[in-house]
């Protein structure tokens, strides 16, 4: 249990530094950076909390993605800024970098060899596949609490 939080606490500190470092990118307010950072802390550690539990990937990732969209809706309602200023910064250390850079070596490799190999057809598919979905909950899980929080109609 204990190495499980610091496990949380050791990726959460390693993933508010990029959230900050994009957040400067983006021209983000000096007054707002530490709320970034907390948004990215929070969105990456609890994804690393669901994965240890045992989900897969891509629905760890909604629901991080789901909770930094909610927790930047609050920023955003206290400091009267546009949630996004917030969100986008800290869903960056999540974007799947790994699985699309497999992906690409993989059709490198198939496309310099004169034979198509299952293995790599294979690992071209999978980690495509994974990284398009893993996108998909980012973008969905992001945009969902906005959506539903900024409505005029009820949902039902």
């Known amino acids: 249990m204990i190495s ?13 530094i ?11 307010p000096r007054r707002f950076l530490p709320f970034c950072a907390l948004a990215g802390a929070l969105g ?7 994965l240890s539990a045992g989900l897969p990937i891509e629905w760890a990732t909604f629901l991080a993605a789901a909770l930094v969209g909610i927790v930047t809706i609050g920023f955003a309602k206290r400091h009267l800024a546009p949630p996004l200023m917030y969100a986008v910064a ?31 057809t294979s690992e071209v598919i999978s980690n495509g ?17 906005g959506l539903l929080y900024f409505r005029t109609r009820p949902v039902i």
């Open 18 to 28: 990029p959230a900050v470092g994009f957040a400067m990118v983006f021209n983000v």
């Open 129 to 145: 596949l994974k990284t398009v979905f893993i996108l998909g909950a980012l973008s969905v899980g992001l945009a969902m609490p």
């Open 90 to 120: 800290a869903i960056i250390p999540m974007i799947p970098g790994t699985y699309a850079f497999n992906t690409v070596i993989a059709l490198v490799q198939l496309t310099a060899q004169t034979h198509v190999s299952p293995e790599l």
């Open 4 to 16: 499980l939080i610091l496990a949380m606490l050791n990726d959460a500190l390693f993933s508010a």
């Open 44 to 50: 990456h550690g609890s994804r690393t909390l669901w």
